[in-house]
């Protein structure tokens, strides 16, 4: 009895440590951020460019802080894990804070680059920060040749 006892909880231990490993592997979208971006570094613009895009490259400039904050809290609880595709379609989204500014590109397939392609995601779920850069279709705008 003892035996079965002692088996039962090593292998309870195990599945719990094996299933925490992976599911412990998954961060928010708000916690990869770095930490200057926020209230000390306040975003006043987001710039959205379409990366090796099919027709005329297009862009949006959000400047409304409604804007702003539409992309920040659509994607804030996006699940991501680390990964290992680098992003080379999508978009290429740039935040402009009042000191810094910080890059990211994301893909139609639930990738995500961070730091200059140095950090690689997969989202895990539904993409709302595609979902929210697609919804504002009515703000694109075809970029001039030395807008490149």
Do not use: C
Not at 24 to 35: H, M, R, T
Not at 65 to 76: G, P, Q, R, T
Request: no cysteine; net charge negative; hydrophobic share 40%.
């Amino acid at each position: 009895m003892k035996k079965i006892l002692i088996i039962s909880l090593l292998i309870a231990v195990g599945v719990f440590f094996f299933v925490g490993k992976f599911e412990g592997d998954n961060k928010l979208f708000a916690q990869v951020l770095p930490s200057n971006i926020n209230e000390a570094n306040e975003i006043k613009e987001i710039m959205i460019y379409e990366v090796n895009p099919t027709g005329k490259p297009k862009a949006i400039s959000l400047t409304e802080k409604d804007d702003i904050n539409k992309v920040l809290e659509a994607s804030e609880s996006m699940e991501l894990k680390k990964g290992d595709e680098f992003v080379s379609t999508g978009y290429l989204v740039l935040f402009q804070g009042s000191k810094e500014s910080y890059t990211m590109t994301v893909d139609k397939e639930g990738n995500l680059d961070m730091n200059d392609h140095e950090e690689h995601y997969e989202i895990k779920g539904k993409n709302e920060l595609l979902h929210i850069i697609q919804a504002f279709k009515d703000k694109w705008e075809p970029m001039d040749e030395e807008e490149r």
